[in-house]
């Protein structure tokens, strides 16, 4: 803890600056690229568990043998896919 | 050298110094004071993690990301109509609006979804104003979009048509460019900086090819209607094919250039006093346009000069996408506010850039070969001249001017494309289920959000739909500077600070409203008593030049009135929503405990 009060060294606030510019650059340049490729995953992934453990929801889209053989490698994104699709949608966050 | 007072270059550094002020200072204040930011307080971003939509971001990334995705068009393009009545009003409000306004809102409105656990404007709305306030901003935003759209398009078409032909070329060089690069990066899987090199190097090649290669349309007053045609082509496939495919790679290598000159122009502005580039424009201010055309300054010249100064579509993206990755409510201030005042910076370049030009280049003699306020190519023209004398090479180099001419261009198909795809979604909402349910349609909605501008674009003039534009906008920042402002009533901090902006903002704009829409209202009665020069002045050639197309000119008049008084309609019925939400919030928080979770706490 008492590092942290000394003042920052030539070298940390050198590697700071880089590590900002880098930051703006890629915010400028990637960051709503990525986050777009990550939402259209996103939506894949929905419709993939949908298809997959739809009977989870009451619309068996493929008969439950499928469904309980695929079930092991759903499990993980289980909790994460109920989050996204109970999730408030709007128009409004849509715009990016 | 040029004496100093002759150059852009003092009125620069006094931008920046009040910037600095407006950041430092005030910006503080009301972060500390108002909405008392809390770097221990969980953010939606922590929260809510998903690694999709809501995750930790730093704030140089962000500030970046908003920053790229607020600055635009507007910044560069209010000016031309702003500087109409002298440099100096405009400067004034680009300072000025930015100080008190700009960046209140779109930091304020970080700040507000973030205390909202994220939530857009949409859910916000309707948990202020109940489902008829949120279904009046889904129609506002319909009717938005539609002028933004046309707007653009007859931007877009203008520019095409405009220096010698040469910006046509690299326009689709970038396209193909990027849907290039979209296979290489994704199919291929190539290392993301060959395939920048590559993509760049494309750039370069199609930005040569376009000062030798012209293309010219032989069809004279008709050609901005095909070239329209053709933009309305583009934009259809960018908003249907995949963004992975087209969009997302185009626009990632349009940032290039475009950034390159926003840096070369401020670098000019700075160097004036070095290069001798000096002040050619009168400084004003003029009560009215002196060409009798747009109106009186006020409220003309605060709509005009849209993003810089303060825009509405600003508040949409910091409530969106950017407060869902707020890493600490703290960031809030360097990220809405300081991209803000930012973008204001860009504004005062765009606006220098237009300074040293002459005025009769700048706003025309009202002939019919050089009609008032339609030389909306000046910038370009302005930009070579700042930026010649540093790279050393003649202003009137065509390589210039086709590089700024580009850049205008990609801004505008770039930026366009985003809000096609946006208006398909919001058709898709409005018109998803029901009778009108063909017009949810993937390809009919884009068709309709690309038709009608068009046919905006390509009867009125280019003044007229920007200033419809500009009071949309700057009415959507009203309105979003009152939800901040129910916001800050409810939880009992100080609210005078967002209210005074919100009244001025949504007095202005709808001021402004009225105005266009009695201008075209008077227009078509003038015609009705045999006076053709109105209804004449505010549509474009050919219909402007045509005697057989008079009945065109009569149509787009009308139409226009209809359109003013339908933004009118909804956007007062929406600010009434918003006023009544507002003081029966300030009841409400009179008579309870202030809620722990909103943030605030007891004023003392």
Same mark, same amino acid.
């Given at each position: 803890? %008492? ?94 | ?26 910006? *503080? ?22 690694? $999709? ?14 920053? *790229? ?6 910044? +560069? ?5 702003? +500087? &109409?009545? #002298? ?14 306004? #700009? ?32 279904? @009046?901003?889904?129609?506002? $935003? ?13 931007? +877009? ?13 690299? &326009? ?15 199919? $291929? ?61 185009? @626009? ?14 401020? $670098? ?7 290069? @001798?580039?000096?002040? *050619? ?24 000069? /849209? ?11 910091? =409530?969106?996408?950017?407060? *869902? ?91 366009? /494309? ?8 919001? !058709?898709?909402? &409005?018109?998803?289920? %029901? ?59 100080? =609210? ?29 009665? !003038? ?28 149509? +787009? ?23 009544? =939400? ?23």
């Amino acid at each position: 803890m %008492g590092d942290s009060k000394e003042p920052p060294s030539e070298k940390t606030r050198a590697r700071k600056v880089k590590e900002g510019v880098k930051g703006v650059f890629y915010g400028m340049a990637a960051h709503g690229h990525v986050t777009a490729a990550l939402r259209t995953r996103m939506y894949l992934e929905h419709l993939f568990m949908f298809i997959t453990l739809g009977d989870m929801l009451g619309v068996p889209v493929i008969p439950p043998y499928y469904s309980l053989k695929i079930l092991p490698y759903a499990v993980p994104n289980i909790k994460s896919w109920k989050q996204r699709v109970f999730r408030e949608r709007d128009f409004t966050d849509q715009v990016f | 050298m040029a004496g100093i007072l002759e150059t852009p270059f003092l009125w620069v550094i006094a931008t920046i110094a009040i910037y600095a002020v407006a950041y430092w200072g005030y910006g *503080k204040w009301i972060d500390r004071n108002i909405w008392r930011s809390d770097a221990k307080k969980t953010t939606p971003a922590h929260m809510y993690m998903d690694g $999709v939509e809501y995750f930790p971001v730093s704030r140089y990334v962000l500030w970046g990301y908003q920053f *790229k995705s607020v600055a635009a068009l507007g910044p +560069i393009l209010g000016p031309f109509i702003g +500087i &109409t009545y #002298g440099w100096l009003p405009a400067l004034l409000w680009i300072i000025g609006g930015n100080f008190f306004i #700009g960046w209140l809102q779109d930091y304020g409105s970080m700040m507000l979804s973030v205390r909202k656990e994220g939530r857009s404007f949409g859910p916000i709305t309707y948990e202020f104003t109940g489902a008829k306030g949120r279904t @009046n901003l889904l129609a506002f $935003v319909l009717f938005y979009l539609i002028i933004i759209s046309a707007a653009f398009i007859a931007l +877009i078409a203008v520019f095409w048509n405009s220096f010698n032909g040469t910006t046509f070329v690299p &326009t689709i060089g970038i396209l193909i460019a990027g849907l290039l690069c979209g296979q290489l990066l994704y199919r $291929v899987k190539m290392n993301v900086f060959a395939v920048t090199g590559i993509g760049l190097a494309l750039v370069v090649l199609s930005l040569y090819l376009g000062t030798i290669l012209p293309v010219k349309l032989p069809w004279g007053t008709w050609n901005v209607a095909v070239w329209g045609g053709i933009c309305v082509l583009i934009l259809y496939l960018a908003a249907i094919l995949p963004t992975p495919t087209f969009i997302q790679p185009t @626009n990632y290598l349009a940032f290039y250039p475009a950034y390159a000159a926003i840096i070369l122009i401020i $670098v000019g502005a700075l160097a004036t006093p070095f290069t @001798n580039v000096t002040i *050619k424009l009168p400084a004003g201010p003029f009560l009215n346009d002196p060409q009798g055309t747009l109106g009186p300054i006020w409220p003309i010249l605060f709509v005009a000069i /849209a993003c810089g100064a303060i825009s509405g579509w600003h508040s949409l993206v910091s =409530s969106s996408s950017s407060s *869902k990755q707020l890493d600490i409510e703290t960031d809030a201030l360097p990220v809405g506010g300081g991209a803000m005042l930012s973008e204001g910076l860009l504004a005062l370049a765009s606006l220098i850039a237009y300074m040293v030009l002459t005025p009769l280049f700048v706003f025309g003699d009202g002939s019919a070969a050089n009609p008032a306020h339609s030389n909306i190519a000046a910038w370009p023209v302005g930009a070579a001249a700042l930026v010649a004398p540093i790279l050393g090479i003649q202003a009137t180099a065509a390589i210039l001017t086709t590089f700024f001419g580009l850049v205008l261009v990609i801004y505008a198909l770039t930026v366009q /494309a985003l809000v096609t795809r946006f208006f398909r979604l919001v !058709a898709g909402e &409005t018109w998803g289920e %029901g009778r009108f349910r063909a017009l949810g349609n993937k390809h009919v909605a884009t068709a309709v959000g690309l038709g009608v501008p068009w046919a905006f674009a390509v009867t009125g003039s280019w003044w007229a739909l920007w200033l419809y534009f500009g009071g949309a906008n700057q009415l959507l920042a009203g309105l979003a500077i009152m939800l901040i402002t129910i916001h800050l009533a409810r939880v009992r901090a100080r =609210s005078r600070y967002s209210l005074v902006p919100a009244v001025f903002m949504v007095i202005t704009t709808l001021a402004a409203l009225v105005w266009q829409t009695a201008t075209f209202a008077y227009s078509v009665w !003038a015609y009705l008593q045999n006076d053709k020069t109105w209804i004449l002045r505010n549509v474009r050639p050919p219909i402007q030049t045509d005697p057989n197309l008079l009945w065109a000119a009569i149509v +787009i008049n009308a139409v226009f009135v209809i359109i003013g008084a339908v933004l009118f309609a909804v956007g007062l019925s929406m600010a009434v929503r918003l006023f009544r =939400s507002y003081s029966k919030s300030l009841a409400e928080a009179r008579t309870r405990a202030p809620a722990a979770a909103d943030g605030g706490t007891q004023e003392k």
